[in-house]
């Protein structure tokens, strides 16, 4: 039997009205990065990371049809090119062309490179946003790993490591569950549910995003009871956030969609994205780093009288079956090179899993104050006012600004499915 290395990527708290915590080892913490260059890796990493996205997407809606779907792309992506750097030959190569890039024209030394630079920038303290991203790696006793990856790994990726004796299952199982829980203040139980007694490292990623809308709703203002086409038999009664604003939004007819921009305070914002009636196949199959890249460029600035449901989703993964498909094969084999890992023969990937969590609601944290009304600020013609109704499946995007990276990706077909 081979040893097994686990991976669980973990969403944690993305509350637009809830508030969350962040985690412990966050709490007043100065960032370890020293103002990291950008290069060139960077300003095509916000593509290829995208692209990566859209194409996991893809593989979801295939796995899970007509169902919520919810992940973070760049958790995923951040945590898989963690691991390529304890990989090598076809192994290492797997991981990365799953991930889009091409050693041939992009060296390894540039893509972490990217990668480091992309962590301290979401991980860069902000007033009015609580975003981090880590890892934690949960190391056996009887392996040896190499001390420049383990420099690395925490330089890089800002990765905690932990000695773990996985000789004691259920000990090791209450080990890693207690201190997720610890770390997460609670928002993660039980995390892990099974081990093999062959396990000797498992690798959690996590995510924390708490943000307030730039223009909170009025929660007076939420209608109750509204209808939510979720098929074309089947609708659900949702409560409807709504306000007349100014948003950036657009018609995009090339794929037969409505975009709207929702801003967040500081340094992020969402998309939210409705397409007409029977073509949600057609813009989910049409979605790239380009089609962003055309939104970026085209989206425009206008009142909109704006209904959007407060909704919460979540989604588990296992992503064992799904990276085998996107090429991800060696590292799940017994002839698995770890080798850039630790000594010795024999480490492979046994499970990779994913959950993700989703509130949306009316207010950014719940001390927001809502603005007092500005219907003296708004044209006197409301009735010119487009109309946008988020009252059937649409899909959801969550970047962070100055990376353009894709935070969180999803879709709602169902506000009231938990």
């Known amino acids: 039997m081979s040893p097994s290395l686990y991976m669980y990527f973990l969403l944690l708290g993305l509350h637009v009205t809830i508030h969350c915590a962040s985690p412990s080892s966050s709490e007043g913490k100065v960032t370890s990065c020293h103002s990291p260059q950008p290069n060139v890796t960077l300003y095509k990493m916000a593509s290829i990371n995208a692209d990566f996205a859209f194409n996991l997407y893809r593989r979801f809606i295939v ?7 919810f992940f973070s792309p760049v958790s995923i992506s951040a945590a898989l090119a963690m691991l390529s750097f304890g990989a090598s030959s076809t192994t290492q190569t797997q991981i990365l062309e799953s991930l889009g ?3 041939t024209v992009t060296p390894m030394a540039e893509i ?8 301290c920038t979401l991980n860069f303290p902000k007033k009015e946003l609580e975003l981090h991203m880590g890892n934690i790696l949960f190391i056996g006793k009887q ?5 420049k990856f383990l420099d690395d790994v925490k330089s890089l990726y800002e990765t905690e490591v932990l000695s773990t ?19 997460t203040k609670g928002k993660v139980m039980s995390l892990i549910q099974d081990l093999k007694p062959n396990t000797i490292m498992v690798l959690v990623n996590y995510i924390f995003f708490k943000a307030q809308w730039a223009n909170p709703f009025d929660p007076s203002k939420t209608e109750e009871g509204s ?10 009664q949702v409560s409807m956030m709504h306000q007349i604003e100014q948003y950036y939004h657009l018609v995009d007819t090339e794929l037969n969609c409505t ?3 929702m801003d967040f305070s500081e340094k992020s914002l969402a998309l939210f994205v409705l397409p007409k009636e029977g073509q949600m196949e057609w813009l989910e199959g049409s979605m790239s780093s380009k089609t962003l890249k055309k939104w970026n460029r085209l989206l425009q600035k206008g009142w909109v009288d704006l209904f959007v449901p407060k909704f919460s989703i979540s989604a588990t993964y296992d992503l064992g079956t799904t990276l085998l498909k996107m090429g991800i094969q060696d590292a799940f084999a017994d002839h698995a090179d770890f080798s850039g890992l630790a000594e010795g023969n024999g480490l492979k990937l046994s499970n990779a899993a994913h959950n993700a969590v989703l509130n949306i609601g009316e207010k950014g944290t719940e001390d927001v104050i809502v603005p007092k009304d500005r219907s003296l600020d708004q044209p006197e013609m409301t009735l010119l006012h487009p109309i946008i109704q988020f009252n059937r499946s649409f899909l959801l995007l969550i970047l962070e600004k100055s990376t353009r990276s894709i935070l969180f990706l999803g879709k709602v077909v169902d506000p009231m499915e938990v």
């Open 165 to 183: 004796d996985f000789s004691n299952v259920s000990a090791a199982k209450q080990k890693i569950n207690s201190h997720m829980e610890k770390q």
């Open 227 to 236: 209808s939510f086409l979720v098929d074309k038999t089947t609708t659900v």
């Open 112 to 119: 972490q490179q990217g990668f480091q630079y992309l962590f």
């Open 259 to 261: 975009v709207l921009q």
């Open 101 to 103: 890039f091409n050693l």
């Open 143 to 147: 392996l040896k790993p190499l001390a």
């Open 63 to 69: 796995e899970t049809p007509n169902q919520n779907i």
